[in-house]
């Protein structure tokens, strides 16, 4: 029987790839439908998801995904601009088998664009951030960044155009290279640089012009096993 963490995994790799859209209902007899568990189940789930701050009940109509204010959107950015370089500046000197990974992450993103498999293409993207926390070998680190990489994906089908990946895609190689000649001044800096610019492409006046949404059942298959992380 599918367990509540693996519920809880499957709605979050479900919205890295974009496949729930924010404000997406979730309804307790469907999941419980899909996943072969009681409706009991389901709620427990939705209640860890809800104190991580994914999904939010709606008196008389249910459970939701969240859709992140604009104020939320910024303060995301402002959450990862403090984690993410302090993350780098105590890395050390990276392991050249930790070097090895990273640069294989980054060309997997790169033919995940070139083939736009688009939402390989984002859990990647998103995924480079909790890659990085695991091998620097923070349990507790990785965990944040599952959220905040959430999170931010939310923030980013509302406020942001998703045109821009090539470009996320240089930035993760150019840490990477930084990283490999020991430089972690300057991955951090670029860590920052890299933030900022996501950051200065929210677009409050973008809320409200999602692309759509898949059928739950659709978007909850799994995107691919590697994705999928503990929560």
Same mark, same amino acid.
Request: aromatic share 4%.
């Given at each position: 029987?599918?367990?509540?963490?693996?519920i @809880?995994?499957?709605?979050? /790799?479900?919205?890295? @790839?974009?496949?729930?859209?924010?404000?997406?209902?979730?309804?307790? /007899?469907?999941? %419980?439908?899909?996943?072969?568990?009681?409706?009991?189940?389901?709620?427990?789930?939705?209640?860890?998801?809800?104190?991580?701050?994914?999904?939010?009940?709606?008196?008389?109509?249910?459970?939701?995904?969240?859709?992140?204010?604009?104020?939320?959107?910024? /303060?995301?950015y402002?959450?990862?601009?403090?984690?993410?370089?302090?993350?780098?500046? &105590?890395?050390?000197?990276?392991?050249?088998?930790?070097?090895?990974?990273?640069r294989? *992450?980054?060309?997997?993103?790169?033919?995940?664009?070139?083939?736009?498999?688009?939402?390989?293409?984002?859990?990647l993207?998103?995924?480079? *951030?909790?890659?990085?926390?695991?091998?620097?070998?923070n349990?507790?680190?990785?965990?944040?960044?599952?959220?905040?990489?959430?999170?931010?994906?939310?923030?980013?089908?509302?406020?942001q155009?998703?045109? %821009?990946?090539?470009?996320s895609?240089?930035? *993760?190689? &150019?840490?990477?290279?930084?990283? @490999?000649?020991?430089?972690? %001044?300057? @991955?951090?800096?670029l860590?920052?640089? *890299?933030?900022?610019?996501?950051?200065?492409?929210?677009?409050?006046?973008r809320?409200?012009?999602?692309?759509?949404?898949?059928?739950?059942?659709?978007?909850?298959?799994?995107?691919?096993?590697?994705?999928?992380?503990?929560?």
């Open positions: 029987m599918i367990t509540l963490s693996a @809880a995994q499957r709605v979050v /790799q479900s919205i890295l @790839a974009r496949k729930i859209s924010p404000g997406e209902r979730l309804g307790e /007899q469907e999941l %419980a439908g899909l996943f072969g568990v009681s409706r009991t189940v389901v709620r427990e789930a939705l209640m860890q998801l809800q104190a991580r701050g994914f999904v939010e009940v709606r008196p008389r109509s249910g459970w939701f995904v969240v859709e992140p204010s604009f104020e939320d959107a910024q /303060q995301t402002a959450a990862r601009r403090v984690i993410e370089p302090g993350m780098l500046r &105590d890395a050390g000197k990276p392991l050249q088998s930790v070097i090895k990974r990273l294989e *992450h980054v060309a997997e993103e790169r033919v995940a664009i070139k083939t736009s498999d688009a939402a390989t293409r984002s859990v993207l998103a995924d480079f *951030h909790v890659c990085l926390a695991e091998c620097l070998g349990r507790f680190l990785c965990a944040t960044m599952i959220d905040l990489s959430a999170r931010t994906t939310l923030v980013s089908a509302l406020y155009s998703a045109s %821009a990946a090539q470009e895609n240089d930035d *993760h190689a &150019d840490i990477v290279t930084a990283l @490999a000649e020991g430089d972690t %001044a300057r @991955a951090e800096t860590m920052r640089q *890299h933030i900022d610019v996501l950051a200065a492409r929210l677009d409050e006046s809320a409200g012009l999602g692309s759509g949404r898949d059928r739950l059942r659709e978007a909850l298959m799994p995107t691919r096993p590697k994705a999928a992380r503990p929560t």
